[in-house]
Structure formats: structure tokens, C-alpha cells
């Protein structure tokens, strides 16, 4: 009878999603391949300038960040107090690097959930490397307007344990297929972050997100912007330059 | 206690004051002109102890940092103006100051360095070339002068050269090393023979994570002419752990087999410039932030052996961007130096601003 009734509210769950789809929706896996598709790149490098809000004070961190595909980055920190500071990501670990001690430091376990340089910007953030469609399910429930654009409301569930958030609320850009905005629950249901592009740039035939804001709900009255800036994509980068000995040096 | 009076110990207070700075501009790494950058800080420092003396120590310290492509080079010294019962005098030391050359994947840095090769904090045997001390609130390893050259093997790991040439050569200090990233473990094995204290030690360092940060280093000095069973040996072992990113602890033991048994020899060790004279140390700090700017801070130094300890507890505010300031105070039932039981109380403050 209990199995029934499972059965019997996953199948209107299903229908009323469905119901709720708009007409013309790609399916929501096409939607994440395309997300992917935008989203990947072959190389990457950019200056980066995340703006730290914090009530009424703002912090500056600028950065110069170079990464190959989704495993190898490495981060240099160029704003004046900072200066020199190095992360190196490789496949899921982080090593950084702080040269007034000349020390080199693994970030790990539960470290890697808290805010990068004191931004709403985690180290698991920074890490992310799953491609959407491997790690959640995803279901298109509606259609939004964000900023004057079109765009499907695309809900992501997690597939595995191991995932950043148990739960995710896409508003995907209807033609460009670019995540607008974004909600991230945790599994007890209390929102944990959200996440809203202001800038879509077109690069080398794709659209890609140059300026977004990331809040971190559980912090008090606090945003990070991040902009990048002189972005490249699938550039030559050398791949010595994603050692320890390239993050001491 | 002696009960007489206070003395002012030199030991630890401060205040530190202002900074002013230059700019600094194109902070790009990697681009192809020189990028420049720096901190200043002043710094205040006073102490009493118990015996009529007391000291203080005002400090301004001067860091600045030029790079480019494949070239680094970096420079920081230190203006003290000491006052004590003997009057007042001024010292000037040189932190670092070396120039980084990496052309390919080599690296040669030649200067005042930090050739940091352990993972330890107050305590790292495994760094043969570098000492920690407690300067103010937090440890740090001394720069030495040296040649060094580094070369990769693999993503993480590499082997290391590096010389300390005296007038004499064979005074000199040589060795190396070689660390890698295994099992989920950061590893170095090092080895290095010191010309002028005639021996020869090898160290070890490992440090993982198991929810708790671990580490530990051993390191053994043969003197020369001595069996292989008449070394000495020193071994540290910590470990850390956090709450979120409000709270932060860290211990660290050291047994050094080879410290000394009575004050006669650590008064001897201390003129050698050993800070740690004696056998057993527990090192231990917590931190929990106190807001979004703000933190708390305590750390203590404790000689098991003796029953002398040193506590501090310290306040940092993010002032401003890129300025902060700090200010704590401590107290120590004894010298670590000379395990004298004489009480000793301190404060100070830091004022840094990078530019």
C-alpha cells in the first residue's frame, strides 16, 4: 500500500512537471548539455576582481586565474594584502600557497566549504569540476523573466551524495543558455546560496557569464562580485604551470 | 615570584602603530613588466617581569616585493628602538632579502631565504636550515643565507639543493631534499651536513588529513666521529582542527632528546641561540572569529618539564582594506631560556598597511 502510494505521488509529481513545462522547453538533459556545452572549455584565463560586500564595507581581491579543463587551475591573488598568495586545484585537491612563509598548505575536508579569502565564494565552489548532467536529475517546471530575458526554470536534484547541493533552482537564458540566476539548497530544504549573472558576454562563438553575484544565506548581509576580465578560452597553457613547484616559484 | 617588584621582561608586548606606504601598480604576475608591492608595519612592544625591570621595543618593519616574468625578488627588514634599565639602543635586522630566478621549471633563489621544509609550527625539525621562533603572536621561520635550486618531479613533487657557503667552506651548511604527495599525505625527506657544528642530521616530515590536520617530523644529527647510535634525535607531532571558518585550533608537542636537564644547560643552549633549550614543549593556539572583521585569539608555549608557561591573548581587526590591526598581551611564569620562575607580563599592538 506504502509502495502504492509512492508510486502514485511520483507519477503525478512526474505529469505535473511535465504539465508545467512550456511547450516549446528543450528537454531538461538537452538544457544541461547545452549549459555544459557553453560552459566548458578546453583552457581558460582571465583576471578576476571579486568585490566583497559585507554589510556596508567592501573588500577588493583581484586575481589572475588560469585553469585546463576542469581538474588543473592555479589562482594568484594580486590585490596588495594578498599579493603573491597561490591556489593550485588539482582534480579535487587545493594547495595554497603564501609566500611571506614561503609555505605550501593543503586545503581539505570541511575547509574546503568555507569562504575563499573571506568571500561568499567557497573553496568547493572554486573546485567545482562535475558537469551538470553527470551529477543531478533535472526537470524544466516553468519559464521566468530575469533581466528582460527569456529563460526555463530548471530544477536540478542531486544524483549522488557527493554532491555540493542536494537541490538547485536554474533559470537558464531561453536562446543563449547561460544560468541567470540560481538557488542552492541544502538537503534539509534551507537555501544555502544564490547566485545571479549581471553581465552575458559572447566569446568565440559561445555566451559565457563576465559578471555575477554569489550570496552565501549563511552569512548575514553579505554578496561577492565576481568579475572577469580579459577572458580567453581554449588557449595553449602550459601544463607545467599546474605543479606545486609552479606554486612555489 | 619574586616579590620584591616587577622587572620588565623583554619578552613580548607591543604596540604598533601606523604605517605609511607608496603605491604599488600593475598587479599582474604574469605580464610582461615588473609588478611591485609591499606592507609596512609599526609595531610596539612592553614588558615587566619580577624584578625591577621593564622594556620596550618599537618596531618598523618594511617589506617590498618586485616580480616579473620568470624573476622575484623581495626584500624585508626591521628598525627596532629598545629601551631597557641599561638605556636605549637600536638594532636593524634583514628578514629576507633574495632574488628567485625560474627559468623553465628550474628555480634558483639566491639570498636571505626561508627554505621552509617542514610542516611544523612552533617546532619543525625537519627544517634544516630554517629556525621557528615566536615573534609576537605567531611562529615564524628565520631566513637563512643560501643558494638553492629547486626541480620538479612531477605535479607535486620535486627535489631541492641548497647551500649555505661560509668563509670557509667547509663551515659551511649543505643539503637536500626531496618531497612528494602521496596516499593523501604530503611527504619530505631531507638530509644536510652543518660544517660548523660538525654533524650531520636527516629528517622526515609527513603531514595528512583524517578530519584532524596531522603532522609530524623527526629529524637525527650524527655528529662527526660519533657511532650512529650517539646522535641526537628530535621529534614533533601536531595536529589541527576547525569548526566552520569561526573556529580554529592547533597542538604541537616536541621532545627533543638532546635538550637540557638542568638551567646550567639551558643557559648554555641559549647562548648557542636555542629559544626551546629544554626536552618536552607543548605549543598550542586557538582562534574564533568575532564577527566579520574581528578575531579572538590565545596561544600558549608550555616547558613540560620545568612547569613554565607563557600565555597570550590577542584581538586582530580588518581596519580597512589591505590594513589591519592587532593588539594582545601575555604573561609567562618563567623564562624559556633561562628557566628562571621569575613572572613576566607584556603588551603590545600592530598596525599593517600593504600597498
Not at chain 1, 11 to 21: E, G, I, P, R, T
Not at chain 2, 143 to 158: H, N, S
Not at chain 2, 172 to 198: E, N
Request: proline share 4%; glycine share 10%.
Amino acid at each position: 500500500m506504502k509502495r502504492s502510494l509512492i508510486m502514485a505521488c511520483a507519477l503525478w509529481a512526474a505529469v505535473y512537471a511535465w504539465a508545467q513545462a512550456p511547450a516549446d522547453a528543450p528537454s531538461a538533459a538537452a538544457i544541461l548539455a547545452r549549459i555544459d556545452s557553453n560552459e566548458s572549455f578546453k583552457s581558460i584565463e582571465y583576471t578576476g576582481r571579486m568585490e566583497i560586500r559585507i554589510g556596508e564595507e567592501f573588500r577588493i581581491k583581484t586575481m589572475r586565474v588560469q585553469a585546463i579543463g576542469a581538474d588543473k587551475a592555479m589562482v594568484e591573488f594580486t590585490n596588495p594584502e594578498d599579493a603573491g598568495t597561490r591556489m593550485l586545484k588539482l582534480d579535487k585537491d587545493l594547495w595554497m600557497y603564501f609566500p611571506k612563509e614561503q609555505d605550501t598548505v593543503r586545503i581539505s575536508g570541511h575547509l574546503l566549504k568555507e569562504g575563499m579569502m573571506g568571500s561568499d565564494v567557497s573553496y568547493e565552489d572554486a573546485l567545482e569540476s562535475d558537469e551538470l548532467s553527470s551529477t543531478y536529475s533535472a526537470t524544466v517546471t516553468g519559464e521566468a523573466e530575469i533581466g528582460g530575458r527569456r529563460a526555463f526554470v530548471v530544477e536540478l536534484k542531486a544524483l549522488t551524495p557527493k554532491a555540493k547541493f542536494d537541490r538547485r533552482v536554474m533559470r537558464v537564458d531561453a536562446e543563449r543558455f547561460v544560468v541567470l540566476s540560481e538557488d542552492m539548497y541544502a538537503r534539509s530544504g534551507r537555501l544555502l546560496k544564490t547566485m545571479e549573472a549581471r553581465k552575458v558576454e559572447r566569446l568565440g562563438g559561445r555566451w559565457y557569464p563576465t559578471v555575477f553575484v554569489l550570496e552565501d544565506k549563511l552569512r548575514k548581509n553579505t554578496s561577492t562580485t565576481m568579475s572577469l576580465g580579459s577572458l580567453v578560452l581554449d588557449i595553449d597553457l602550459d601544463p607545467g604551470l599546474f605543479t606545486r613547484a609552479a606554486l612555489e616559484r | 615570584m619574586n616579590a620584591t617588584g616587577y622587572r620588565i621582561a623583554l619578552a613580548a608586548a607591543m604596540a604598533a602603530i601606523g604605517v605609511a606606504t607608496v603605491a604599488s601598480q600593475d598587479f599582474r604576475p604574469e605580464g610582461p613588466s615588473w609588478s611591485l608591492s609591499g606592507e609596512a608595519s609599526f609595531s610596539g612592544t612592553a614588558a615587566w617581569a619580577t624584578s625591577p625591570q621593564y622594556g620596550s621595543d618599537s618596531a618598523l618593519e618594511l617589506t617590498l616585493k618586485a616580480r616579473r616574468p620568470g624573476i622575484r625578488a623581495e626584500f624585508s627588514g626591521t628598525a627596532d628602538a629598545l629601551t631597557g634599565p641599561d638605556g636605549a639602543t637600536a638594532a636593524f635586522s634583514l628578514e629576507r632579502a633574495y632574488l628567485r630566478w625560474s627559468p623553465g621549471p628550474v628555480v634558483v633563489t639566491l639570498g636571505r631565504q626561508i627554505v621552509n621544509w617542514g610542516n611544523g609550527l612552533l617546532w619543525s625539525p625537519a627544517d634544516l636550515f630554517a629556525e621557528t621562533r615566536l615573534v609576537g603572536l605567531s611562529p615564524e621561520r628565520v631566513g637563512a643565507d643560501a643558494i638553492r635550486v629547486a626541480l620538479p618531479l612531477g605535479a607535486l613533487g620535486g627535489v631541492e639543493a641548497v647551500a649555505a657557503p661560509a668563509s670557509d667552506p667547509s663551515d659551511g651548511s649543505y643539503g637536500g631534499r626531496l618531497y612528494g604527495y602521496a596516499l593523501g599525505s604530503d611527504f619530505g625527506l631531507q638530509a644536510a651536513r652543518d660544517g660548523a657544528a660538525a654533524k650531520t642530521t636527516v629528517s622526515a616530515a609527513v603531514k595528512t588529513d583524517l578530519v584532524l590536520g596531522l603532522w609530524a617530523e623527526i629529524a637525527y644529527a650524527v655528529p662527526d666521529g660519533a657511532g650512529p647510535g650517539d646522535g641526537s634525535l628530535e621529534t614533533v607531532a601536531g595536529a589541527d582542527w576547525s569548526i566552520g571558518s569561526w573556529f580554529f585550533v592547533a597542538a604541537e608537542y616536541r621532545y627533543n632528546a638532546g635538550g637540557a636537564r638542568d638551567a646550567a644547560e639551558a643557559l648554555e643552549a641559549a647562548a648557542e641561540g636555542e629559544a626551546y633549550p629544554a626536552r618536552h614543549y607543548l605549543y598550542a593556539d586557538a582562534s574564533a572569529k568575532a564577527g566579520d572583521f574581528a578575531s579572538l585569539g590565545i596561544g600558549s608555549v608550555v616547558d613540560l618539564g620545568d612547569g613554565i608557561a607563557s600565555v597570550t591573548l590577542s584581538a586582530a581587526l580588518d581596519v580597512e582594506q589591505d590594513a589591519s590591526l592587532t593588539i594582545w598581551a601575555g604573561y609567562s611564569s618563567g623564562s624559556m631560556t633561562s628557566l628562571d620562575g621569575n613572572d613576566a607580563a607584556s603588551f603590545g599592538m600592530r598596525l599593517a598597511l600593504a600597498f
